[in-house]
């Protein structure tokens, strides 16, 4: 969050089967370093197991939020 004005993670879609869910949505924020703004699509994807969170995995489009960074 440091390298981010305004950085944000909103879900629009829950997709929830056995003991797996699945977030997607959109992370969005401007980069302090260089005034780019960024919007990159995302996956979360949690495992849970006896109520308590096992795992999670994060997809996202890297090369989008690399350019915002790079000047």
Known sequence: M????NFSAV????I???DRVVGLGV???????TGKAMRAPFAHV?????GKLKR???Y???LLVDRALRS
């Not at 879900?11 to 829950?14: E, I, L, P, V």
């Not at 992370?27 to 370093?33: H, N, V």
């Open 27 to 33: 992370y969005s924020g401007t980069s302090k370093a």
């Open 11 to 14: 879900a629009g879609d829950f």
């Open 2 to 5: 440091a390298d981010w004005d």
């Open 46 to 50: 949690w495992r849970v197991a006896d």
């Open 60 to 62: 996202t489009d890297t």
């Open 56 to 58: 999670f995995n994060m």
């Open 16 to 18: 929830a089967e056995g």
